[in-house]
């Protein structure tokens, strides 16, 4: 710390800096300036009690350090053991899936069990094969050489000499009776495929081409959707309260189809209807379209067919309801 009346020539005193008093405090000034100022500090009773707050701000950090550390707050305590908890549970399933490499794991020039089988039932075979082969001459015993052989294959790859072992006790397949049941096989597929398109040709032949109701060709009609109403629009009138604002074009689609069915009718496709919503005509599908009259609380309500078009309007009804 510094302070600015601290220094020769400087003045000293009161008031006091609370710098200079810190320095002197500490220990930090030349010991000829500290033997000028203790004297004038004792004799201060302002300059006493800053000298005192600083020995005991001192005396409470060193009480500090040899203190407990205090515990921690159970709240983030608990969110550190979620943490850990979380953490462990995630890396849990990787370390399950790995599975230790045989081969690798293996000491050096060990076989596998399969291929120590293996040799050691060739090295028991019986001496008839032997002498067998001792009778031929310079032909070498078969018995003998075989583990040999399997041993140089272990010696070399491990996982070579299993497979080897396993593989010289496979039998071995006829060709020709491959090839019958490939054909077998290649019998049945043809077979389900040529029931498939005959299934397929009576389906078609079976669907009628035309529409009896729209005479629209190869369009089948689609199945009525929506409330169901009488083939007179009779119980239509309920369904206003539910239908207006609603613009479900149902099998129509699409308002440009509407409007084809509207103009087809002889009625003003500009003219925005309240309400439009697919309906069941006597289980026909159908498409609802309702129009204020102009009077209060009536309404004009046309249904119009699913087939309808620019040659047929296909209307299913057209009544008004309500009204004084």
């Known amino acids: 710390m510094t302070d600015e009346s601290r220094g020769a020539g400087g003045s000293v005193g009161p008031p006091w800096s609370v710098d200079l008093l810190a320095d002197l405090h500490a220990g930090v000034l030349a010991e000829d300036e500290a033997a000028r100022l203790w004297p004038q500090v004792e004799a201060d009773p302002e300059a006493r009690t800053i000298i005192e707050a600083l020995e005991a701000t001192t005396a409470d950090l060193s009480a500090l350090a040899g203190a407990p550390a205090p515990p921690m707050p159970a709240e983030y305590a608990a969110r550190l053991d979620a943490a850990l908890a979380a953490e462990s549970a995630a890396r849990q399933p990787a370390a ?6 045989p081969v690798a794991t293996s000491p050096a020039g060990a076989v596998p069990s399969s291929a120590d089988a293996t040799s050691s039932q060739l090295a028991a075979a019986p001496p008839s094969a032997d002498a067998t082969s001792s009778q031929a001459g310079a032909v070498p ?4 050489a075989t583990p040999f052989q399997t041993g140089a294959a272990s010696s070399t790859s491990g996982a070579a000499s299993s497979t080897s072992g396993a593989t010289s006790s496979a039998p071995v397949a006829d060709l020709s009776a491959a090839r019958r049941r490939r054909n077998r096989r290649l019998g049945w597929a043809g077979g389900v495929l040529t029931a498939a398109a005959a299934a397929v ?4 032949v079976t669907v009628p081409g035309t529409s009896t109701e729209s005479g629209t060709p190869n369009v089948a009609a689609p199945a009525p959707t929506g409330p169901s109403v009488s083939g007179d629009g009779g119980g ?20 440009r189809r509407l409007d084809v069915c509207v103009a087809a009718a002889g009625m003003d496709p500009k003219v925005r209807p309240e309400g439009i919503r697919p309906v069941n005509v006597a289980g026909k599908a ?8 102009g009077r209060l609380a009536e309404f004009r309500l046309v249904a119009f067919g699913a087939d309808c078009g620019p040659a047929d309007p296909a209307k299913l009804f057209d009544k008004v309801v309500g009204g004084r």
């Not at 015993?141 to 003998?144: H, K, L, R, T, V």
Request: a negative charge; charged letters at 15%.
């Open 96 to 101: 399950s899936t790995v599975v230790a490499d």
């Open 201 to 204: 040709v009576a389906l078609a």
């Open 236 to 255: 239509a009138e309920a369904l206003i309260g539910g239908s207006v604002g609603v613009r479900d074009f149902g099998p129509l689609r699409d308002e």
């Open 141 to 144: 015993s078969q018995a003998g």
């Open 286 to 293: 159908g498409v609802l379209v309702i129009y204020t009259t």
